[in-house]
């Protein structure tokens, strides 16, 4: 099977799914629809930080409440996508900087009426 398919933000969220941990194929989902479509500021707590296109700042902890898991496998499957390299990872002070490899491939690129209303 090949091509790619558009899938609403929003799925995690919704109402006919349970809350339950993610399968790590969930998690990989979840990196691609967090990440920024478009270079952008994110404040995260007191720090405002710079994302580019295919980037996503959060905490390990973040992401471990956010997918049902503990902090420890979280930090191991980041650093199984980092050896295998589907993603670049930058890490400060407790924030990490996500770099999905490849972004273009799981989402097409930005058109000029992509716009969103923010």
């Known amino acids: 099977m090949s091509g790619t398919v558009n ?20 998690a990989w989902l979840w990196i691609i629809m967090e990440a920024s479509w478009k270079p952008r500021q994110k404040r995260i707590g007191h720090i405002v930080v710079e994302v ?11 992401m471990a409440e956010a ?7 979280v930090q191991r499957f980041v650093e199984r996508l980092k050896k295998l390299e589907m993603i670049g990872v930058e890490t400060d002070t407790g924030l990490t900087l996500l770099t999905v490899r490849n972004y273009d491939k799981f989402q097409s690129p930005a058109k000029a009426s992509d716009t969103a209303a923010i």
């Open 52 to 62: 580019g296109r295919g980037q996503l700042a959060a905490s390990i902890r973040f």
């Open 7 to 26: 899938i609403a933000r929003d799925l995690f969220d919704h109402p006919a799914f349970k809350a339950a941990p993610f399968s790590e194929r969930e």
């Open 67 to 73: 997918w049902g898991w503990t902090a420890a496998k």
